[in-house]
Every structure is written in structure tokens, then in C-alpha cells.
């Protein structure tokens, strides 16, 4: 049974900080790809960053709606657990915060971008609550 575990959420004050921890209780063979989503109540969920590693090549990808503002990286040398680090929070950027990955890395950061895009990933968190007040 795989397990994601998300951590980090809480109430912050516009123009704080917070950061999000997510790992998975997965050992993938090679890379993986990671991606984090948030949906506030009455709307759509919302895709907001990935996180891609496939041998040495890595990479991040961010919705228009927090580039500059969030930074997702990877956590330690664990594999299949990254981190959100949210600056300059917004009042916009309350909702449940999810993260979700699959089992085995993507070959190609592209198809992390699909799974991201379309949210097929295998494997969801519960989520973690951030408002933003």
C-alpha cells in the first residue's frame, strides 16, 4: 500500500512563508516525478508545481499563478519526497495542498509534464491545509 504524506500546512498572514513537505513510501528503481496540486472550496483543483528527476537530468515546472512565488525541490537525498517552499503568500493561495506521484519515474520530463497537466498520477497525499488570512 503506498503512502504519501504531506506536512507544512497552517494559517500564515498575506506576504508569509510556508513549506510544504510530501514523501512517498516508494523506492523507485530510477526517477521519479513529483507534483503538487491545491483546490479551495468550490473550485476546480488547481495543478501548481512538479518536480522531475531522470538520471542527471532535473526539473521544475510551475503554474503562471505562482512562478517567482514557490519553489519545489527535492528533499535530501530521499527519493520520491520533495518539498514546496511558498513565499509571498496570497490570500488566493488558500486551499487544500495535495501532492501525488507514481510508482516508477517517467523516462522523459515530458511525460511528467503530461502526468502533471492531466493529474494521472497514480498516487495521492490526503492533503494539507494552508489559508492564507
Known amino acids: 500500500h503506498v503512502q504519501l504524506v504531506e506536512s507544512g500546512g497552517g494559517l500564515v498572514q498575506p506576504g508569509g512563508s510556508l513549506r510544504l513537505s510530501c514523501a512517498a513510501s516508494?523506492?523507485?528503481?530510477?526517477?521519479?516525478?513529483m507534483g503538487w496540486f491545491r483546490q479551495a472550496p468550490g473550485k476546480e483543483r488547481e495543478a501548481v508545481a512538479h518536480f522531475y528527476t531522470q538520471g542527471r537530468s532535473v526539473s521544475q515546472y510551475y503554474a503562471d499563478s505562482v512562478r517567482g512565488r514557490f519553489i519545489i525541490a527535492a528533499q535530501g537525498n530521499a527519493k520520491n519526497s520533495v518539498y514546496l517552499q511558498m513565499d509571498n503568500l496570497r490570500s488566493e493561495d488558500s486551499g487544500t495542498y495535495y501532492c501525488?506521484?507514481?510508482?516508477?519515474?517517467?523516462?522523459?520530463?515530458?511525460?511528467?509534464?503530461?502526468?502533471?497537466?492531466?493529474?494521472?498520477?497514480?498516487?495521492w497525499g490526503r492533503g494539507t491545509q494552508v489559508t492564507v488570512s
Open positions: 516508494l523506492n523507485p528503481t530510477s526517477g521519479y516525478c
Open positions: 501525488a506521484t507514481n510508482t516508477e519515474g517517467p523516462k522523459y520530463a515530458y511525460n511528467c509534464h503530461e502526468y502533471f497537466t492531466t493529474g494521472a498520477f497514480e498516487h
